[in-house]
C-alpha cells in the first residue's frame, strides 16, 4: 500500500480522471480485463466521454484474499466487477490506451457530477465540487465496508 502522500502525487499527475461504465468483464487468475464506455470526465478532454476504453484492475474470488492491504485501492472482490457497474479512475496514457494510475480506482455508488474519489488535491479544490460532496458519506460507507469485509477475510483465513 502507497503511502497517501505518493498516491497524492500519482492522482495529481494523472493524465485523467474518469468514470466507467462498465459494460464486459473477462477475469483470468487475479486479474480482470474490464470494457466499457466513459461516462464522466473530471480531468482531461470533454471527447474522452463516451469513448470505449479497456482497463485491467487486480481482482480476488470469493473465499480469497486480496493481494493488497484491506482498505487499499485497486483490488476489487470479483462479483463487485460486474456490467453495468461505475468505475471511476485516476488513469495515464499509454501507446495502447490508459491505465490506472498508481491501482487509484474504485467501484462508486453511480454516476456523479463531481468525483467521489477527490485523492489529488486539484480535484478536491476545484470549483466543481462542493466541500460536502468531497468525500460523500456514501463513499466513504462503501470504503469502510471493503475495508472491513477484507479484515474479516484476511482474519478468518489464517
Given at each position: 500500500m502507497l503511502p497517501p502522500e505518493e498516491h497524492a502525487?500519482?492522482?495529481?499527475?494523472?493524465?485523467?480522471?474518469?468514470?466507467?461504465?462498465i459494460e464486459h468483464v473477462e477475469v483470468a487468475a487475479n486479474e480482470a480485463r474490464l470494457r466499457g464506455r466513459v461516462v464522466r470526465v473530471f480531468r482531461g478532454p470533454a471527447s474522452l466521454r463516451d469513448a470505449p476504453l479497456a482497463l485491467s484492475v487486480s481482482c480476488f474470488g470469493a473465499g480469497e484474499v486480496a493481494d493488497t492491504a484491506p482498505g487499499d485501492s485497486g483490488s476489487f472482490p470479483v462479483d463487485a466487477l460486474r456490467p453495468g457497474a461505475?468505475?471511476?479512475?485516476?488513469?495515464?496514457?499509454?501507446?495502447?490506451?490508459?491505465?490506472?494510475?498508481?491501482?487509484?480506482?474504485?467501484?462508486?455508488?453511480?454516476?456523479?457530477?463531481?468525483?467521489?474519489l477527490a485523492i489529488a488535491k486539484r480535484d478536491a479544490d476545484s470549483p466543481g465540487v462542493e466541500p460536502s460532496r468531497r468525500f460523500p458519506a456514501r463513499a466513504l460507507l462503501l470504503a469502510a465496508a471493503f475495508a472491513l469485509a477484507g479484515?474479516?477475510?484476511y482474519r478468518f483465513l489464517l
Open positions: 502525487r500519482a492522482a495529481s499527475e494523472a493524465d485523467y480522471h474518469a468514470q466507467l461504465r461505475i468505475l471511476e479512475a485516476y488513469l495515464n496514457r499509454t501507446p495502447s490506451g490508459a491505465e490506472i494510475a498508481a491501482g487509484l480506482c474504485g467501484i462508486v455508488p453511480g454516476e456523479s457530477d463531481a468525483p467521489l479484515l474479516l477475510v
